[in-house]
């Protein structure tokens, strides 16, 4: 702008054209230039606003195309000197023994470009694919506590349905054994990179749906029910557990 008034100004110091006409020329520039520009500046941020979402519906292109579409076997299985190593593949190549084992069913959900794996603990590795019931319980401030001599000295927070690279996982299924020491082992490795070894003192703190603190120690654990839990310990039948209300 600065540029077209100081032309115009040394035009008319040459005495070539009318001083009327450049005065109206200085007009027509002092009054339209700054909606050039603004058209130019919006025009400029359209373009910006166009090429992000361009980027972004390419993104999720191919996050489509690229994303786990089939179920997942994991499992842990033991290394020498008894630490634990996660271990996904196909059922085939899966070792006789394993340390725990889920069957992560995948829900692909189209319209959110987002994945949720519900992780069904099983036993035995399934020859075909195993059906579920998801629980609708609800447990809260869960930590994980490592002792020495009855004192703690690391907490780890525990989510049961936690996000990890972009993906949902759900442990919240019916008949699901939580907080065992496999379990415990499990769930440290995967979400905390820490090993613990089979003589780790641990216990596990938990507030369930009524707000009353569970105490699991080692040994001890619980299974889910369609909306609750019954406490078990190992090598024990499983005790039927009703929070008492005060």
Partial sequence: MIFLLAICMFIGTLGYIEPQIINNVLKWIIINVPCVLNVLYVFKESVCACLFYLDSIKSYVIYYFNRSKKNLLIAHIEKDGGYIEEYTSTAIEYPSKFNI????????????FKSTVYMQRLTTIPSVNPTYTL??????????????????YASYPVTLTTNTNNMQFNYLIIDNILFD?????????????????????????????NIDEITLTAGSYIKLTDDNYIICKENDVPIDYEPIEL
């Fill in 135 to 152: 629980s609708t319980i609800k447990l809260h401030a869960i930590n994980i506590r490592l002792l020495k001599n009855n004192e703690c």
């Fill in 181 to 209: 020491r496999a379990f415990v082992q499990y769930w440290l490795k995967k979400y905390h990179a820490t090993v613990i070894k089979d003589s780790q003192e641990y216990d596990v703190h938990i507030l369930d749906k």
């Fill in 101 to 112: 084992l889920f069957y992560g069913h995948v829900n692909c959900l189209d319209n959110t």
